[in-house]
């Protein structure tokens, strides 16, 4: 396994998903009924791409996504804070996982070259698992990366809405306005939304979002 040692900065709020947690996570996480709606509408997005493209998951986690992205023939790397959820990947890869570019680092501060991969993919992460400013460091820096598309999972609220706090998870608290200026700030534009899980009560959504690169 490709997995060099990089420095995480700071101590990132997902700095949980270790021992345990790392090799439970996705046997519990499946239990979840929207875990397989994610599945599901990540397969089509995937589809409507096209084939033999390098992608990039950050948080790889326990890349979840791989045999989708095998099935579209990607070059496929991936990025998680956690050794041992990349280790949990292995396991359940198996030989899935052979020839994966699988690193351990901060998605804050990544590791890749400008325009390395034609896509990323990025989901139950800046909308939760970082705090506010973090997240907006770390769009800064799948924008860097990206040439051509993005699939980032993000929540909206379905009213007017207001501006987290930097120090919070923004959670789904923008409205979808302000979460489109906010993708666009950085050069995503927005194609297509998938909802992947509903919030009736908190007025909040969760999406997956696919954005192509501005020129
Ligand atoms: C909820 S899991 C999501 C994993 C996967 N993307 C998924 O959808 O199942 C959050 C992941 O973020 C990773 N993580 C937390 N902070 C990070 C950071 N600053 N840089 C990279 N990965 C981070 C954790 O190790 C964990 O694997």
């Given at each position: ?107 804050a ?50 009213t ?21 200026k ?10 297509e ?17 696919l ?5």
């Open positions: 396994m490709n997995s060099p040692k990089i420095m995480v900065k700071g101590r990132p709020k997902g700095d949980t998903y270790y021992k345990d947690t790392a090799r439970k996570y996705e046997e519990k996480r499946k239990k979840q009924a929207w875990w397989h709606v994610e599945q599901e509408q990540m397969s089509q997005l995937l589809d409507q791409l096209p084939d033999r493209m390098s992608v990039v998951d950050i948080p790889f986690g326990t890349g979840r996504f791989v045999p989708m992205y095998h099935k579209k023939k990607f070059q496929i790397a991936g990025l998680d804070a956690s050794g041992d959820m990349i280790s949990s990947a292995k396991n359940i890869l198996g030989s899935d996982f052979d020839g994966i570019d699988a690193r351990v680092g901060d998605a501060s990544l590791p890749f070259k400008d325009k390395e991969f034609d896509l990323l993919v990025s989901t139950r992460f800046l909308r939760d698992i970082v705090v506010f400013s973090v997240a907006k460091e770390i769009l800064r820096e799948f924008a860097r990366i990206t040439k051509k598309y993005a699939i980032i999972q993000l929540g909206h609220n379905r007017t809405g207001f501006v987290p706090d930097e120090n919070s998870p923004m959670g789904g608290w923008l409205s979808e306005n302000e979460l489109t906010l993708l666009n700030g950085y050069g995503f534009e927005v194609m939304k998938r909802l992947v899980l509903e919030h009736n009560e908190e007025g909040k959504d969760i999406y997956h979002i954005c192509k690169m501005a020129p």
